[in-house]
């Protein structure tokens, strides 16, 4: 089921949205603690004296698993201090992209490279669009050792960029930190932790694309999104040469404090399996968890106001889900003109992801932007406890897989974001916790309920139909399911609905590609005078389903 917004702009996402601090603030540093006799360092941030901020572990101080989700609950606890942004050196917050980009740290000047493990940590100096400051640490041997700037460990890789790094004990921040892994023989940039609190993973042979999103509060509300925002990364040295990279970050919002541990492991897909400690310190009543977001400026069945000689530019083409019934379903995404939000309703989601299908250099025909190499993100639900008003199956019980699509004239933004919206509300002072498992990297397979494989969904395309204001649609699945031994065609049944609107009788056909074992199903939808039109198509043999489900909203 979904439901439609097309009032109440947003944005589209981009650096500034994810870094744009509060109002300039002064910082006043005050003693404060949340353990006995252990050494603490303060939270960044502007504090009262009547509600300083809960410390952090100091150099030398034990670190276990309960660590952070302490630091979360004492924050939680305390009234919000936002954070200040204000103190990023001129030179630093005016470099243009490229040159903030061009700062790398040097090789010899890796954090563990070289050790058997693989991992190597480079700490991300605050500049640009990111302001937010965010303290860093390893843990080493159980215990915390802090992570200081030295200027001498970075190559600056531009004019501009030299003369913005300040010197040695003239610190300017860390903003996140980027990760480097081993992929079998070779090394490459593995993850990034940066900006508010987004990160993103890529498998073996892959580029950045969809980012992650540790928590989402109100996106595209009335009342404003609110944005939690890293305040610390604590990065566990690996124990094992095969063992994961364990990350534990601690977050702060104005509704919330949480605590995330993050175990990563690189691979053709990379995996993260994620379990999160989140503090109400008010009723929180439109969460999003475990949230993505990607761009998609235009495809083969979107090109709107596309004047670009590439073929396509996206990110991801689509919305995955694999719904509590175990209903496969596929809904490609779009550059709309007005802001669309579809809410597909559910109990106990076995997966959802953007998922990026298309494989091959000529879908995109851009040289600059290897679109084809972007990994998909996959999310399996796990457990929750703790959330009594939102009943015995937790945050992952009933609720929404919701889809924003967001106008955007720009492959910068990244304006196509979805997430899972638990039903309940949570109220103040309320400690839940929870657990997913994400996949960067490949696409699952899609299998019916009963495990059998399904034909995919892969291609859509739409044009004008046979008369104004009609719209063709031609629909390609995939799949050896379609197809006998001897490569004819299955008995096929349609099962093809629109609401509103309606199909154009005596235009729907399917046409058969045995040597791809492709079916494309071709029809019109005469929309009449309606403003949005939601459609659904799956192909059925002797009442068995044996594709996905297509589903598709029509805008003009």
């Not at 310190?281 to 000689?309: E, I, N, T, W, Y």
């Not at 084809?372 to 897989?401: I, K, M, N």
Request: net charge negative; proline share 8%; with cysteine.
């Amino acid at each position: 089921m979904t439901v439609r917004a097309d009032e109440g702009m947003t944005h589209p996402t981009d650096l500034s949205t994810r870094n744009a601090g509060p109002a300039p603030i002064d910082r006043r540093r005050l003693l404060g603690g949340v353990a006995a006799g252990a050494a603490l360092a303060l939270l960044p941030g502007r504090v009262e004296a009547q509600a300083a901020p809960p410390a952090l572990p100091a150099a030398g101080s034990p670190f276990s698993d309960a660590t952070v989700p302490d630091l979360a609950r004492a924050l939680g606890n305390r009234p919000f201090v936002a954070q200040t942004a204000n103190d990023v050196p001129d030179a630093l917050k005016n470099l243009p992209r490229e040159a903030y980009e061009a700062i790398r740290i040097r090789p010899e000047a890796l954090i563990w490279g070289g050790e058997p493990h693989g991992f190597a940590v480079e700490p991300l100096p605050r500049g640009f669009y990111f302001t937010d400051r965010v303290a860093l640490f390893l843990v080493e041997d159980g215990v915390v050792r802090p992570v200081v700037y030295d200027r001498t460990h970075y190559d600056a890789g531009t004019e501009a960029g030299a003369a913005a790094l300040p010197e040695s004990g003239r610190e300017p921040g860390f903003s996140g930190l980027r990760i480097r892994a081993r992929f079998g023989e070779r090394h490459q940039d593995f993850a990034v932790f940066q900006g508010a609190c987004f990160y993103r993973l890529v498998g073996q042979g892959q580029e950045f694309g969809v980012d992650g999103r540790a928590l989402m509060l109100r996106p595209a509300d009335p009342r404003g999104e609110e944005f939690p925002r890293w305040r610390a990364l604590f990065v566990e040295r690996p124990k094992t040469p095969d063992g994961p990279l364990v990350i534990h970050a601690l977050l702060d919002s104005d509704s919330l404090a949480a605590a995330l541990r993050l175990e990563l492991r690189p691979g053709e897909t990379s995996t993260a399996a994620i379990t999160a400690t989140l503090v109400t310190r008010k009723a929180v009543d439109h969460l999003g968890l475990s949230g993505m977001q990607a761009p998609f400026l235009f495809g083969p069945h979107d090109r709107r106001g596309a004047d670009d000689a590439r073929a396509a530019v996206y990110a991801a083409g689509g919305l995955q889900i694999r719904n509590g019934g175990g209903e496969a379903i596929w809904r490609p995404v779009r550059n709309p003109e007005t802001l669309q939000i579809s809410g597909f309703l559910d109990n106990r989601p076995q997966g959802f992801g953007l998922t990026q299908r298309d494989r091959s250099f000529t879908t995109f025909e851009d040289d600059g932007r290897h679109w084809e190499r972007c990994p998909s993100l996959w999310v399996e639900p796990g457990e929750a406890t703790g959330a009594a008003e939102a009943g015995a199956e937790g945050l992952w019980g009933e609720g929404a897989v919701t889809l924003l699509e967001i106008p955007s004239d720009s492959e910068v933004n990244e304006n196509v974001i979805a997430y899972w919206r638990p039903k309940a509300a949570l109220p103040a002072g309320q400690e839940v916790r929870l657990a997913y498992r994400q996949n960067w990297g490949r696409e699952p397979a899609s299998a019916s309920p009963q495990g059998s494989p399904l034909a995919r969904v892969t291609s859509t395309r739409s044009g004008r139909g046979t008369a104004n204001p009609r719209r063709l649609f031609l629909v390609d699945f995939t799949g050896d399911g379609l197809f006998t031994a001897e490569g004819a065609l299955v008995p096929v049944e349609t099962v093809l609905i629109a609401g509103p609107g309606r199909i154009v009788e005596g235009a729907t056909r399917w046409i058969a590609h045995p040597e791809t074992r492709t079916v494309r199903v071709a029809f019109e939808l005469d929309p009449g005078s309606e403003r949005a039109c939601e459609l659904r198509l799956a192909l059925k043999t002797e009442g068995r389903q044996i594709t996905e489900t297509w589903l598709y909203r029509w805008t003009p």
